[in-house]
């Protein structure tokens, strides 16, 4: 399967896997990210009510445009690269472009 989506509302990108932050509860880019890659996504067509299963999605690009960086995202999936892909084949990729860091620590990105 191959495709584009975007989010952009912002924001919901500094929640980590086991805390909140950033004023987010949840990191929906992280767990749409995972989702789609475990396989377990369904969609709807609009007027329509039954579902339909989404394939799973080999790899997985998270193009972060912010003032700061995602964090939390960068945490999630840099943990689910190590479990599931290794170094070689990582089944994410992300990627932050930022102007200001309004934290001292920066996360781990492929590319920051």
Avoid at 45 to 56: A, K
Avoid at 88 to 108: G, N
Wanted: net charge negative; proline share 3%.
């Amino acid at each position: 399967m191959k495709g584009v989506a975007a989010n952009v509302a912002g924001g919901t990108h500094h929640a980590h896997r086991a805390w909140g932050s950033g004023f987010t509860a949840l990191n929906d880019l992280a767990i749409t990210a995972l989702a789609l890659q475990a396989g377990v996504c369904t969609t709807t067509t609009e007027g329509e009510d039954e579902e339909e299963d989404v394939d799973r999605v080999e790899r997985v690009a998270v193009v972060d445009l912010d003032v700061h960086q995602g964090d939390g995202t960068a945490e999630i999936l840099s943990a689910a690269n190590a479990r599931l892909g290794g170094p070689d084949s990582p089944p994410f990729f992300t990627f932050s472009m930022r102007t200001f860091s309004y934290c001292l620590l920066i996360a781990v990105l492929q590319h920051d």
